[in-house]
């Protein structure tokens, strides 16, 4: 058995990067670029108009003529006398020697005759070629996550592909007899199935969705069959339930007969125990405790992790912040503990329920305080270290 941190450091040094691969700008939401992006032109690619108003050569002439329109998509580059001003559109093309556009609500027009009644600076309302960025520099650094916006900046630079880490294919393997699919009747002894549903959800927050959810009834031989066409098929295998060293617990010898080596088994921490990590070649495999409350944990204390590294995020861990508990708290187990619990700006609540198998108050949850090992005493207001799961 194991504490916290090594585990998490396995975990850290067993799981690597996804394939590189081309995709569909379009398609690029949520995954992380692989190479470097360098702007194919300049943006702006030529001097555009700010502003719905009119373009003009800066004097202290207030009183022009109206010779000309210039709309977003035309192309004219007309000369004018002093005197003379041009209709301009927002996003429209000012000709080369017009330096200033007046908006239309600093000026009264009629006909043809302009009165600037608030004469803007020298250069005002004009974008210059290359303002937002040049040919040739960087639009976005290597291991940049796409966003939205940056969907967008792409395509206005006309880039249609972009080349990424691949997200893996994961496998939610169930096990156990008692388990029955929601939405069936639910016979004396048994217990609807949550794991896979909340896994796959836990998995789509981050932007997973090759989910497979696999189920398999408790023995060996099913067992076995089943890990192998996982490992078959997918990068990551996550098993629910059968860890634990129980009569029909065959997860761990499934795994090891499949050719997965273990890299740890068991953890110092409560809760989730019983949780078994390995790999087999570059696919990694977690099998997780069954009780719902400890495959939650596990999966944002190390499968999330994991997931990230595989996606390309240099960040890959939840993030830590520290709040002051509300109430004393004991933790005599000599093991890390868990605890869901709810913080604001300043306090963190130890909510009730901490069972493995009580999801209830997980539900209302935002957060988990990690108590080390060896702290013992927790006095009120003291600070402690708090995981944000939201």
């Keep these: 058995m194991i504490q916290v941190e090594e585990a998490l450091s396995v975990v850290a040094k067993n799981s690597c990067k996804m394939p590189i691969r081309k995709i569909k700008v379009s398609k690029s939401l949520g995954f992380i670029l692989a190479e470097a992006i360098y702007s194919p032109m300049n943006m702006p690619p030529?001097?555009?108009?700010?502003?719905?108003?009119?373009?003009?050569?800066?004097?202290?002439?207030?009183?022009?003529?109206?010779?000309?329109?210039?709309?977003?998509?035309?192309?004219?580059?007309?000369?004018?006398?002093?005197n003379e001003a041009i209709r301009i559109f927002t996003g429209a093309f000012v000709p080369d020697h017009l330096d200033t556009v007046v908006m239309q609500e600093h000026t009264s027009r009629t006909g043809d005759a302009l009165a600037i009644t608030k004469m803007p600076s020298r250069f005002a309302n004009v974008r210059n070629e290359g303002e937002q960025i040049k040919e040739n520099e960087l639009v976005l650094p290597k291991n940049t996550l796409i966003n939205p916006a940056a969907i967008g900046f792409l395509a206005c630079l006309g880039i249609t592909e972009i080349t990424v880490y691949a997200k893996?294919?994961?496998?939610?393997?169930?096990?156990?007899?008692?388990?029955?699919?929601?939405?069936?009747?639910?016979?004396?002894?048994?217990?609807?199935?949550?794991?896979?549903?909340?896994l796959e959800a836990a998995l789509k927050g981050i932007g997973i969705k090759k989910v497979k959810i696999i189920r398999v009834k408790d023995n060996l031989k099913a067992t076995k069959k089943a890990v192998k066409e996982c490992l078959s098929d997918f990068d990551v295998v996550l098993v629910s339930g059968g860890i634990s060293v129980g009569d029909y617990d065959f997860v761990k010898e499934a795994l090891l007969s499949n050719g997965v080596e273990e890299l740890f088994y068991k953890i110092n921490q409560k809760p989730g125990k019983p949780l078994f990590f390995g790999k087999k070649d570059k696919k990694i495999v977690f099998a997780l405790p069954g009780n719902p409350a400890s495959t939650l944990t596990g999966f944002y204390v190390y499968v999330y992790p994991a997931l990230k590294i595989s996606m390309g995020f240099e960040t890959i861990h939840l993030s830590k912040i520290t709040r002051k508990i509300t109430t004393q708290f004991e933790n005599t187990s000599g093991k890390t503990l868990f605890l869901k619990a709810f913080f604001d700006d300043e306090k963190v609540t130890v909510l009730e329920s901490q069972s493995s198998a009580m999801l209830n108050t997980f539900a209302k949850a935002n957060g988990l305080i990690c108590l080390p090992f060896d702290s013992i005493t927790i006095e009120k207001n003291q600070e402690v270290l708090v995981i944000p799961i939201n």
């Design 168 to 198: 893996p294919k994961i496998a939610v393997l169930v096990t156990g007899n008692e388990l029955v699919k929601p939405g069936k009747q639910l016979p004396k002894g048994k217990i609807y199935e949550s794991n896979s549903v909340m």
């Design 46 to 82: 030529f001097r555009q108009s700010a502003m719905d108003g009119y373009a003009f050569l800066h004097s202290e002439l207030q009183h022009l003529d109206v010779v000309s329109t210039s709309q977003a998509g035309d192309f004219s580059n007309i000369e004018l006398a002093k």
